[in-house]
């Protein structure tokens, strides 16, 4: 089935370790996205990546990693986890890097991350 | 960046219309895109607009004017699986979304 997968689907973590967040595609998009979603702010970008090696940040980045070796996977690693972490997480995908018509985003179920 | 602005919550009738606003301010405009969530699920595409006017699409249509910041999405004949959160999201000149805190409906029998 067509779609992104993200792993695992809730994660309970204690401060200070290290976690990484998968998220694969099969859509063969060139971009995707890591968002983290709180009550009250809505989805806000983390980074993002254009293309297959390529990556940039978006507007809360920091404590947060990307790497995009290949088309279908985007992972995020949080190096050393803090409460203010604790989220849910969604990566998303589009066709295009904004040459199309309207590069619409496809999200993941989301990851339910707790940081204790 | 952006400021997107939407109300929080918004109560209707089974049946009813509902109309959600949303006004931006944005650094660059390249289109406004509308999400539905269920509780506990991701954002799926609702509609698109890139050009001043209205798209319909079935019991949803969505509304942009570039002039004044300011676009809606207007549900018809609401239904209880309609009981949402809406997310408002503008596309920047970078070809990044961001996206307003959401507006939750809630539908009532």
Redesign the interface.
Known sequence: IAGITQAPTSQILAAGRRMTLRCTQDMRHNAM?W?RQDL??????IH?SNTAGTTGK??VPDGYSVSRANTDDFPLTLASAVPSQTSVY?CASSDQ??TG??????????TRLTVL | ?QNIDQPTEMTATEGAIVQINCTYQTSGF??L?WYQQHAG?????LS?N?LDGLEEKGRFSSFLSRSKGYSYLLLKELQMKDSASY?C?V?DG?????????TTVTVRA
Not at chain 1, 101 to 110: I, S, W
């Open positions: 996205y968002y009250g702010l809505g989805l806000r970008l993002y978006g507007e969604f890097a904004g018509a309207t590069d619409t985003q496809y999200f993941g179920p989301g | 960046g390249n289109g895109f699920e991701a954002p799926t595409f698109y890139v997310l999201a596309r970078d070809y990044k979304l961001s996206f307003g805190a959401g």
